[in-house]
Structures are given as C-alpha cells and as structure tokens.
Nanobody, 115 residues
Framework: QVQLVESGGGLVQAGGSLRLSCAAS????????MGWYRQAPGKQRELVAR???????NYAGPVKGRFTISRDNAKNTVYLQMTSLKPEDTAVYLC?????????WGQGTQVTVSS
C-alpha cells in the first residue's frame, strides 16, 4: 500500500520560511518523479515544483527563486524549502509521486501565511 505523508505546514508571517517534508512508503521511491502541488480555497490545484528520478527540477513561475525542491532517495523523502513566503502562498500543499503509469497523492498539509 502506497502512502505519502506530508508534514511541516503551519502558520507563518509574510517573509518567513517553512520546510515541508513528504515521506513515501510502499513504492520504489527512486523510480518516481515527486512533486509538490497546492490548492487554495476556490482555486484549482496547481503544480508548485517537481523533481524527476534523475534530479531535474522545475518550478511554477510564482515560486521560482523562493522555493527549492529536493529529494533524499535513501530516506524516501522529498522536501520543499519555502522562503520569502507571501500571503498568496496560503494553500493546502500536497505531495505526489508519479511515473508514466500511475500517480499517488498525499493528504496535504496546510500552509497559512499571514500579512
């Protein structure tokens, strides 16, 4: 059974930082691209950042230069370091694992940025 468990969300003031973690189990972690997505109330889910099995990364425009995605294949964990947070970053952040055949999702962790 595949599980993705996010942690590290919370309430932070604008300009602050948070580090999200997503621990994966039940899958061959190194074979999956790992992504962070977010969904704000009344908005569609959007990609924040993604890292391939080979370590290539891509970021959504609004977070480039502020967020960094990384993975530790030895720990089956993907991270999202978020800096210079803005109120518009407020959302539920979800972790996802995908390959060409299937994708898996975590339950999400709330990030709230106060102004």
């Amino acid at each position: 059974q595949v599980q993705l468990v996010e942690s590290g969300g919370g309430l932070v003031q604008a300009g602050g930082s948070l580090r999200l973690s997503c621990a994966a189990s039940g899958l061959t972690f190194g074979a999956y691209a790992m992504g962070w997505y977010r969904q704000a109330p009344g908005k569609q889910r959007e990609l924040v950042a993604r890292v391939t099995p080979g370590g290539s990364t891509n970021y959504a425009g609004p977070v480039k230069g502020r967020f960094t995605i990384s993975r530790d294949n030895a720990k089956n964990t993907v991270y999202l370091q978020m800096t210079s947070l803005k109120p518009e970053d407020t959302a539920v952040y979800l972790c996802a694992a995908d390959n060409s055949l299937v994708d898996y999702w975590g339950q999400g962790t709330q990030v709230t940025v106060s102004s």
